[in-house]
Each structure stands twice: as structure tokens, then as C-alpha cells.
């Protein structure tokens, strides 16, 4: 199942962080599985992220660590119950339904916020997961932490969505 770029959504919680943004884009995949939760799409994808992805994570965490911003330590989710406010990743829970997920970090530099929504099948659509992700710049250092991260985004955020599917197929 291809993951495909598609237009920012129109709805859902995540629109209301569209305003004023620096960097907005949204995927779309396929699912195996429409009936699990935003959630439950959300968590399989983080814990079945590429290992170079991760490799990744750890040479930025190195080289803003030098310019004073926080390391991001872990991909995986803790296991348990999530709440407003809990660690989902890198990640703070910071909205939550059934069908939409919204996550985000935030520092000196800059805010990112990212939706997962289940978007169920429709007459023209089958059943689909999207990733959306929105960045507010605070600073230059923002601006300057972007130049590589947008890019490197738009190759990291498609693989990450398609492990969606190849985490269903591992963890029944």
C-alpha cells in the first residue's frame, strides 16, 4: 500500500494549527485494518520505525544538543495508558479520539505538531490512515534547523506512515 502526499486536511482537530504555519504537509496511506484507532495506527508506526530513521535521530539530537535545544530521546511509545500529556514517542499527547491523534513538541526554535487521522472508506476511498505535520518557526535558529529538516521530512514521514501496515501485519 502506497503512501501518497495528499492537500492539507479541512478537518479535524489539526486545521485549527494550520494558521500561520511555516511548514505544513499530510500523507495518506491505505490501512489493512480500519478498525483501529488513530491511536493504535499511531503507536505501530512509531514502534516500527526504520532503524535509519532513528540513526537520524541521533545525529540531530548530537548536533542541536551543541546549539542549546533538547534531545529527543526515543521513538518507542511507553507501554500502558495514554492521557493528555503522556509521551507517545518523541512526541506529548496533546489531543485524542477514536479518530484523530494530535502530538507535538515543542522548544525555543519551534513548535511541531502532527495529526494522525483514521479516515474511513468512502464511496471513492478505501479505508486510509493520514499524517499530517505542521511547524511553526519561533526564531532563526528555526529557520536555519529547517533547511535540512523540511527536506529530510518529506523522505522520513512517508516511510514512517507506511510502517502502519507493516506493524498490523507483525502484531495481531
Known amino acids: 500500500m502506497n503512501v501518497v502526499p495528499v492537500a492539507l486536511p ?7 494549527y494550520l494558521r500561520g504555519a511555516h511548514f505544513a504537509d499530510s500523507y495518506r ?3 489493512a485494518h480500519p478498525e483501529r484507532t488513530a491511536l493504535q495506527h499511531f503507536v505501530q508506526a512509531l514502534q516500527a520505525t526504520p532503524p535509519w530513521v532513528r540513526m537520524l535521530m541521533r545525529l540531530r ?6 546549539v542549546g535545544l533538547k534531545t529527543l530521546d526515543t521513538w518507542d511509545p511507553q ?12 512526541f506529548t499527547l496533546i ?4 479518530d484523530e491523534v494530535i502530538a507535538g513538541d515543542a522548544d525555543k526554535h519551534l513548535r ?3 495529526s494522525v487521522q483514521r479516515l474511513p472508506a468512502t464511496e471513492h476511498h478505501p479505508a486510509a490512515v493520514s499524517l499530517t505535520t505542521v511547524v511553526h518557526i519561533h526564531n532563526w535558529l528555526g529557520h536555519l534547523y ?13 516511510r514512517v506512515l507506511r510502517r502502519v501496515n507493516e506493524a498490523q501485519a507483525t502484531r495481531r
Open 112 to 114: 511541531v505538531v502532527l
Open 10 to 16: 479541512s478537518c479535524g482537530a489539526i486545521v485549527s
Open 95 to 98: 489531543r485524542l479520539s477514536d
Open 61 to 66: 539530537n548530537r548536533a542541536v544538543a551543541l
Open 79 to 90: 507501554p500502558g495508558s495514554f492521557e493528555i500529556g503522556s509521551r507517545l514517542g518523541i
Open 146 to 158: 529547517m533547511l535540512p529538516v523540511g527536506p529530510a521530512h518529506k523522505l522520513i514521514a512517508p
Open 29 to 31: 496511506v491505505e490501512v
